[in-house]
């Protein structure tokens, strides 16, 4: 697994920038798998 790099509000802000393309794979019925196993990754910071 990638290491992730984030920390403080840059972490925030990426897990933000994450919300449409989660919703968006929801939406369509695209497994949205890659997104959420980042989010779990920012929220282990």
Not at 13 to 20: F, G, N, W
Not at 33 to 41: R, T
């Amino acid at each position: 697994m990638e290491e992730l790099e984030y920390s403080g509000r840059t972490a925030l802000d990426r897990a933000e920038s994450l919300r449409s393309p989660l919703e968006d794979a929801i939406v369509n019925g695209d497994p949205p798998g890659p997104i959420l196993d980042e989010l779990f990754d920012l929220i282990r910071l």
